[in-house]
């Protein structure tokens, strides 16, 4: 397993870096810093939440995962992609471990810099808050960017040229910002619940954190299962 996963690492590294370096991380930052500072002007206190919970983690990080998604199955199958490493006798299972594994590296840590980014321009250098919520919104992007990761990961597994990853974004723009059951399996509604807003069936805010786990643990297996040796 570890030789695919490795095949599967490289690739997709490889994928995410070489060429034109991907705009995404770039127009996800610039969108961020503007709209964190025009809440700064208009909200006050409320600023870093408001552009946490709205641009950050709602807007900016699902889309620039499914761009940085799009670098590796450009309209294409996610399985479809690895052919090429199982014609040289690879095992497409262990390698899309790694070629999402590798993503969901990127996209945790660019989901880290956003959060900081939108903190950082809502609070102001001179805020006293500022250190505790850079630590905290720290953490929550780069979970935030590791389940989007997988999760749109495996709807790139699904569909004829890998569509599924759309119809699991927009789902998951919809029903994630509900407060019922439907919103329970989509990480926007518990990452909402990270950042203080009211989280599905009025769960604990301590409870997201296992929730997002579980969420990316069965995307995980979803993609490794759906994908054929």
């Not at 940085?68 to 479809?80: K, N, S, V, W």
């Not at 199982?86 to 959060?115: E, K, T």
């Not at 809502?122 to 808050?129: L, N």
Request: hydrophobic share 55%.
């Amino acid at each position: 397993m570890l030789d695919p996963t490795l095949r599967g690492i490289d690739l997709s590294w490889r994928r995410l870096t070489l060429g034109r370096m991907p705009l995404a991380p770039g127009i996800a930052l610039i969108f961020v810093a503007f709209v964190a500072w025009l809440e700064r002007q208009q909200s006050g206190a409320i600023a870093a939440d408001r552009a946490l919970t709205g641009a950050t983690m709602g807007v900016a990080l699902p889309l620039m995962v499914v761009a940085l998604l799009h670098r590796l199955a450009p309209g294409e199958r996610l399985d479809q992609m690895l052919l090429p490493l199982s014609r040289h006798g690879v095992n497409r299972r262990g390698a899309v471990l790694g070629y999402l594994g590798a993503l969901s590296v990127v996209s945790g840590g660019c989901g880290m810099i956003l959060a900081w980014v939108a903190v950082l321009v809502a609070r102001g250098i001179a805020d006293p808050m500022l250190g505790s919520d850079l630590a905290t919104s720290a953490w929550i992007g780069a979970l935030g960017g590791i389940s989007y990761a997988w999760l749109l990961g495996l709807g790139a597994c699904v569909g004829a040229r890998g569509g599924g990853r759309w119809t699991l974004l927009l789902l998951d723009a919809g029903l994630g910002m509900g407060t019922g059951t439907l919103a329970l399996p989509w990480p926007r509604a518990h990452l909402r619940n990270l950042l203080g807003a009211e989280g599905p069936l009025v769960l604990a805010q301590w409870t997201a954190v296992p929730w997002l786990l579980a969420l990316t643990s069965i995307a995980m297996l979803g993609v490794f299962f759906r994908v054929q040796r």
